[in-house]
């Protein structure tokens, strides 16, 4: 706190700066302006012969007129029209230039906007240079004796007068003109300059969301990807344990068969770790940008199962003493990659469901190939008996259901899940994306 306040006054000061010599400008512009109006205004009062009164009164109304330049930044239409209407007392051309580089140089609102555009400017000039060149016309006979005498053509002398308007009035016109070009063109700049700034701030922005968006799909794609394949075979695994414990004494080739259907569903859960592992390996040695890294978790491998090895995977699950049926329906076509692969892991995970949740039930697997796509259905009848015994039964940590939603409306296809009439579950999907 104790640093906040003279960081403040500072800044204060900075901005006061530029506010007070523009001030002490305007003043000292204004008051040589008021004491060439005061003088040249007397001077012509004095010249036509009126007393002193009207001297004071001509002085004082070119003070006032004068003072007009305080205001030039404001009102820059005043100084000039207090100009216009001293110019026939011989006075007030300092207060027309200042006032018409003003009218130029600056960008003024309300009545004075339409004068500053360049066709009123010129109005304004040659309104000016007329009415100054009427006034030393008229008044060549009283201020110009003297040249007369000496030989000077009249005609010179109104050359003159003319080259002196053209001076007083375009040059400080130019002049301003020019200026206030300047000042848009580098307030043009800035502002533009703030708004790539703004645009590139909001772009760095967008791109640190769609980084942390990549970077949280692949997350949930590993997840996912690291739950299907241990879920699925350490749940067949435990399930022939069990059979193990229970037959190994009284049907030790039972046990055996048992015990070689185990062997043989962890090198299968290892070598599909083997396979998501060395995906993210690749991912992790090469240079590439989050959304990259996403779309190469996407991407299945050669052997990655499919629509193909659903058979196979009803098979594992008969093994396991699981009553499954399936029924294939359709004309069998192509499809993308990750359709199959996405079709293989909904009936995967629905068939790991049935095991964990419906010990005893009856299960039933429909794939039916249908126009554009595939349609699948996992149910299974209402459970037998209570279930396992307590602390037996298989972990569950309630995300199959959310990564086979996931999975499928990635792809753009419809995904349910819900319990049936009859007291068991029904899983459906359906996936459009053919080719």
């Not at 018409?100 to 066709?119: K, N």
């Not at 068939?351 to 126009?371: C, F, I, Q, R, S």
Request: charged fraction near 20%; charge should be neutral; include cysteine.
């Amino acid at each position: 706190m104790s640093m906040a306040t003279p960081l403040t006054g500072a800044g204060e000061s900075a901005g006061l700066w530029p506010r007070r010599r523009s001030m002490w400008f305007d003043l000292v512009v204004a008051g040589t302006a008021a004491v060439e109006c005061v003088i040249g205004a007397a001077a012509f009062v004095r010249n036509q012969g009126f007393g002193v009164g009207w001297m004071v009164a001509v002085g004082v109304f070119g003070l006032f007129a004068s003072l007009t330049l305080l205001l030039r930044r404001r009102w820059p239409l005043l100084p000039v029209v207090a100009a216009l209407s001293t110019i026939p007392l011989q006075s007030g051309y300092v207060l027309l230039m200042v006032g018409l580089y003003t009218l130029g140089a600056y960008r003024p609102e309300g009545v004075a906007a339409r004068f500053s555009e360049r066709r009123a400017m010129s109005l304004l000039c040659a309104v000016a240079i007329a009415e100054t060149t009427l006034v030393s016309a008229l008044t060549i006979g009283t201020q110009q004796t003297e040249a007369l005498h000496n030989g000077v053509p009249e005609y010179v002398l109104l050359i003159m007068s003319v080259l002196v308007a053209v001076g007083i009035t375009v040059a400080p016109t130019m002049l301003g003109l020019y200026v206030g070009a300047r000042r848009r063109y580098w307030e043009a700049l800035s502002e533009r300059a703030e708004g790539l700034e703004t645009e590139l701030a909001l772009l760095a922005e967008q791109a640190s969301e769609r980084a942390q968006r990549a970077q949280v799909e692949e997350r949930a794609r590993i997840a996912r990807e690291m739950h299907d394949v241990v879920a699925h075979r350490v749940s067949l695994m435990v399930v022939h344990a069990g059979a193990l414990e229970r037959v190994v004494h009284r049907d030790p080739d039972r046990a055996a068969e048992s015990a070689k259907l185990m062997g043989d569903i962890g090198r299968q859960a290892l070598d599909e770790l083997r396979q998501i592992l060395g995906v993210l390996r690749t991912v992790e040695s090469s240079p590439v940008s989050g959304r990259e890294a996403a779309a190469v978790l996407a991407v299945p491998t050669s052997d990655g199962p499919g629509l193909g090895d659903i058979p196979r995977l009803v098979d594992e699950s008969r093994a396991t003493g699981l009553r499954v049926r399936l029924t294939v329906g359709g004309a069998r076509r192509a499809l993308s990659a990750d359709t199959e692969r996405t079709a293989y892991r909904v009936v995967q995970e629905a068939l790991t469901n049935v095991l964990k949740h419906a010990p005893g039930a009856d299960a039933e697997v429909v794939v039916a190939y249908v126009p554009g796509g595939v349609a699948l259905a996992v149910s299974n009848s209402c459970p037998l008996g209570d279930g396992p015994p307590a602390g037996r039964s298989l972990p569950s940590g309630g995300n199959g259901l959310v990564g086979m939603e996931e999975r499928v409306t990635a792809l753009g296809g419809v995904f349910s899940a819900g319990a049936t009439g009859e007291g068991g579950f029904r899983v459906e999907a359906k996936l459009s994306v053919a080719r």
